[in-house]
């Protein structure tokens, strides 16, 4: 099972987005753990999670948490600002799981 982490500034609106991907992960019949934390519990949390994606309103944090996730040999990446804000779960989900490969 694929476990992906989202992260912004609270994890407010980040879980609106989880909510949409895993009604998108459930139509396609694909067995996912999907959190959202605030960017302060990225650290711990680092070693439970397959993968990281990062809210656009806190994608000036990028370049310090790839370190981070580099570490891990864990790929990260900013949600496209616009699938985020039309809650476009589907496709949100399609690329983090790219991602996992």
């Keep these: 099972m694929a ?3 989202l992260c912004c500034a609270a994890g407010m609106s980040t879980s609106m987005v989880v909510k949409k991907m895993l009604q998108a992960a459930e139509q396609k019949n694909i067995a996912v753990e999907i959190n959202a934390v ?3 519990e990225f650290d711990a949390n680092l070693a439970n999670y397959d993968c990281f994606l990062l809210g656009p ?5 990028l370049n310090d948490f790839k370190v981070k996730a580099d570490a891990v040999n864990k790929p990260i990446a900013v ?3 616009m699938d985020y804000g039309m809650m476009k779960g ?3 989900l399609d690329e983090a799981l790219a991602m996992i490969g």
């Design 57 to 61: 309103q806190i994608k000036y944090k």
């Design 79 to 81: 949600i496209n600002q």
């Design 38 to 40: 605030g960017l302060d």
């Design 90 to 92: 589907g496709k949100i």
């Design 3 to 5: 476990k992906i982490l």
